[in-house]
Nanobody, 126 residues
């Protein structure tokens, strides 16, 4: 297993959560971007946020801008996603993924991501 997502659970609307994506050291040493995607029931998987290998470039979906922050701990080979002001619409299975990219590149297209974690369920209650 190269990517392990965790941190999901049941959260009340307005609350916060932090998801973690632990990657194997080998994967983290490669030139990869890491992204978070989510899939709500009956909907397609969508990009949430991503970070370049350099850590300098970060991308966010419009729906989470201003309340979502992606960060990384290189020593721990882990990428985090902090999301605040959660709404019912944020409910879904959250996946972390990694894909080949240049040093300062991050993309929002799921087809660009090669490795996927197993997903962690986030349920936001009203």
């Amino acid at each position: 297993v190269q990517l392990q997502a965790s941190g999901g659970g049941l959260v009340q609307a307005g609350g916060s959560l932090r998801l973690s994506c632990a990657a194997s050291e080998r994967l983290f040493s490669d030139l990869v971007m890491v992204g978070w995607f989510r899939q709500a029931p009956g909907k397609e998987r969508e990009f949430v946020t991503g970070i370049s290998r350099s850590g300098r470039k970060k991308a966010y979906a419009d729906s989470v801008k201003g309340r979502c922050t992606i960060s990384e701990d290189i020593a721990a080979s882990t990428v985090y996603m902090q999301m605040n002001s959660l709404a019912v619409e944020d409910t879904g299975v959250y996946y972390c993924a990694a894909g080949p990219a240049s040093w300062d590149q991050v993309k929002g297209d799921a087809r660009e991501y090669t490795y996927w974690g197993q997903g962690t369920l986030v349920t936001v209650s009203s």
